[in-house]
């Protein structure tokens, strides 16, 4: 006498795999069909020189609504950056000190705050007496629609919304003055 059970053991066990993979497959496709709804519904696109990136409003220390469209005709610096990350830090005050010295040349820095409260942000920012625009990014969404992988990274947007530069880690007086300055004149 044969015993058959094994083979039906072996058929439930390949349907078991399957109906998971089913199920990984779904939630998968599920995933990112979520994200590219999120990148989409901020109106973001990925950072591409020569390309517009589109318009995204982020909330400022004051908890006005501030979106990319409303720099139309200016060169706007956006700079993603955190608190926790030791190249951003350093970087703020040369940041700074670009932006007191070149923002009557239609120039404006618009730094994006990844993923910190307001409180943590707002601190910083006074701090260090920042004069430029600090926006938050609290759950991610528009940096990631910009395709930001790593802090800090800056993007030069020019007048017509296109990308003119990107850099990405910590960027220097001499990168600001070599990257950026040549747009302002």
């Not at 005709?73 to 950056?81: E, R």
């Amino acid at each position: 006498m044969k015993i058959k059970k094994p083979v039906k053991n072996k058929k439930k066990q390949n349907r078991n795999v399957q109906i998971i993979i089913g199920i990984a497959v779904i939630l998968l496709v599920s995933v990112l069909l979520l994200s590219l709804q999120n990148s989409q519904q901020a109106g973001v696109q990925k950072a591409i020189q020569g390309k517009s990136v589109g318009d995204f409003a982020l909330t400022d220390l004051q908890g006005e609504n501030i979106h990319l469209s409303d720099y139309q005709g200016k060169y706007v610096l956006l700079n993603a950056w955190a608190t926790w990350c030791p190249p951003c830090r350093a970087e703020m005050p040369d940041l700074n000190k670009f932006y007191q010295a070149h923002q009557n040349k239609g120039f404006e820095i618009l730094a994006i705050n990844a993923g910190e409260t307001r409180d943590i942000a707002a601190q910083f920012a006074d701090t260090l007496g920042l004069g430029f625009k600090v926006v938050l990014d609290s759950d991610g969404t528009v940096l990631n629609g910009l395709g930001i992988t790593g802090f800090p990274t800056s993007i030069l947007i020019d007048p017509e919304g296109k990308v003119a530069m990107i850099h990405i880690g910590m960027i220097f007086p001499e990168d600001l003055n070599s990257k950026v300055l040549p747009f302002l004149q």
